[in-house]
């Protein structure tokens, strides 16, 4: 059964840190490319970082130098270390894969194994 879990998803004040983990199972992880998306009620997904199986990453400029994206291909896991929180990054935020490498220049298409999501709530 192809699956992605998030955890690790919280409450904290701005400026504060939280690392969420994405465990996958079902499918050959190193083939995939890997990807962390966030989304608000009432606005469209978007793209925050992905991973390529060689370690490759690309940010959404507004969480570059801030949140660093990370895998361990051995467990089959994805990480996103978010740091210096903004009440802006509040959001659900969902691991997701697409077959092959990452398509830099659509980096944030094709994706079509998702999590179900980890909540991220960040006060001021």
């Known amino acids: 059964q192809v699956q992605l879990v998030e955890s690790g998803g919280g409450s904290v004040q701005a400026g504060g840190s939280l690392r969420l983990s994405c465990a996958a199972s079902?499918?050959?992880?190193?083939?995939?490319?890997m990807g962390w998306f966030r989304q608000t009620p009432g606005k469209e997904r978007e793209g925050v970082a992905v991973?390529?199986?060689?370690?490759?990453?690309s940010y959404r400029d507004s969480v570059k130098g801030r949140f660093t994206i990370s895998q361990d291909n051995a467990k089959n896991s994805l990480y996103l270390q978010m740091n210096s929180l903004k009440p802006e990054d509040t959001a659900m935020y969902y691991c997701?894969?697409?077959?092959?490498?990452?398509?830099?220049?659509?980096?944030?298409?094709?994706?079509?194994?998702w999590g179900q999501g980890t909540q991220v709530t960040v006060s001021s």
């Open positions: 997701a894969a697409r077959e092959g490498a990452c398509v830099y220049g659509n980096t944030w298409l094709g994706y079509n194994i």
């Open positions: 991973i390529d199986s060689d370690g490759t990453t």
């Open positions: 079902g499918f050959i992880y190193s083939r995939y490319c």
